[in-house]
């Protein structure tokens, strides 16, 4: 039970601002939403979390809308590197478990 | 560099083979976990180690053994693998595993993983 929904992929142009949806219309009210990206064949990469309130740091901005039933992760000004895998999760109602899923695969365009 | 180590990057070996996979963190967390990544296959949590002590064991196979001698260290025996067992197979740590609190602790950092192919 992944508990988020993903497009399979996207394609965005070098230096516009990449928008990644997600669905988590289950989600309870103390669990934070979770973004990592995996560029191919590395470990996951964390970029950044949120709760209830949008979040920025030095990679990405998150918005989560107000009834937290999907969120939007911000690439500003998207690169060649920031082609990756995407993946949005929130953690598994049972079990001591994340759900990665499937991700977005995103891929900037020259 | 997160933080997490990985040894060996890559292995190749028999299935009569006995290897071990060694993964060691240096950011003081309390959790531990491993997963397998198979090609064009979501992530697969495999085992979980929260103060040494493994709380979750997600059907993983027997010839996947797990060693946990400290909150730093975590090790994965391999042993009698099959071919279907090649895979990218990544450790991570989190400050504690995932729990009801819905905590940030639960944030999770990886290693870049060890590629192995079973022949």
């Known amino acids: 039970d992944a508990k988020t929904t993903q497009p399979t992929s996207m394609d965005c142009a070098e230096g516009r601002a990449a928008n990644l949806p997600c669905n988590h219309s289950?989600?309870?009210?103390?669990?934070?939403v979770y973004w990592y990206r995996q560029i191919h064949s590395q470990g996951p990469q964390y970029i950044i979390h949120?709760?209830?309130n949008n979040e920025t740091n030095e990679m990405a901005s998150l918005i989560i809308t107000e009834d937290r039933k999907s969120s939007t992760l911000i690439l500003p000004h998207a690169t060649l590197r920031d082609t990756a895998v995407y993946y949005c999760?929130?953690?598994?109602?049972?079990?001591?478990?994340?759900?990665f899923g499937t991700g977005t695969s995103l891929t900037v365009i020259p | 560099e997160t933080g997490v180590t990985q040894t060996p990057r890559h292995l190749v070996m028999g299935m009569t083979n006995k290897k071990s996979l060694k993964c060691e963190q240096h950011?003081?967390?309390?959790?531990m976990y491993w997963y397998k990544q198979s090609a064009k296959k979501p992530l697969e949590l495999m085992f979980v180690?929260?103060?040494?002590?493994?709380?979750e064991n997600n059907s993983v196979p027997s010839r996947f053994s797990p060693e946990c001698p400290n909150s730093s260290h975590l090790f994965l025996h391999l042993h009698t693998l099959q071919p279907e067992d090649s895979a990218l197979y990544l450790c991570?740590?989190?400050?504690?595993?995932?729990?009801?609190?819905?905590?940030?602790?639960?944030?999770?950092?990886f290693g870049p993983g060890t590629r192995l192919l079973v022949l």
């Open positions: 991570a740590s989190s400050q504690e595993a995932p729990g009801t609190s819905g905590s940030v602790a639960e944030t999770q950092y």
């Open positions: 289950t989600i309870s009210g103390n669990e934070y």
């Open positions: 949120g709760l209830k």
């Open positions: 999760i929130v953690r598994v109602e049972t079990g001591n478990q994340f759900y």
């Open positions: 950011l003081g967390h309390n959790a």
């Open positions: 180690y929260s103060l040494e002590e493994r709380v």
